[in-house]
């Protein structure tokens, strides 16, 4: 049974820092992909990164330049860095994982991810 364990998140002020993390645990059926989505109430569930087996990363231009993607290894953990935080990246975190080659948003609907952490809020303020 796969499960995603996330920590992180907080509260910080616009031009802030804060680092996601989660980690994986379960069997591995194939090459993962691993990343974040973050939502909003009242709003669709948005990516923000996905990172592939090999550890190549998709990220979404909204947050690029601003936000990085890094694991420890090939599955575990994986980590959210987010830098410059704007009162706009206010959101619930999500991770999330499939075992799948095809790891860019184009590739994939949020529904089309089975695994999901507990999700992490980042709230930023003005």
């Known amino acids: 049974q796969v499960q995603l364990v996330e920590s992180g998140g907080g509260s910080v002020q616009a031009g802030g820092s804060l680092r996601l993390s989660c980690a994986f645990s379960?069997?591995?059926?194939?090459?993962?992909?691993m990343g974040w989505f973050r939502q909003v109430p009242g709003k669709k569930r948005e990516g923000v990164a996905l990172?592939?087996?090999?550890?190549?990363?998709t990220i979404a231009v909204s947050v690029k330049d601003r936000f990085t993607t890094s694991k420890d290894n090939a599955e575990n953990p994986l980590y959210q860095q987010l830098n410059s935080l704007k009162p706009e990246d206010t959101a619930r975190y999500y991770c999330?994982?499939?075992?799948?080659?095809?790891?860019?948003?184009?590739?994939?609907?949020?529904?089309?991810?089975?695994?999901w952490g507990q999700g992490n809020q980042v709230n930023v303020s003005s």
């Open positions: 990172t592939d087996a090999h550890g190549s990363t």
């Open positions: 379960g069997d591995i059926h194939g090459p993962i992909c």
């Open positions: 999330t994982a499939k075992f799948t080659t095809y790891c860019q948003f184009r590739n994939w609907l949020p529904d089309d991810f089975p695994y």
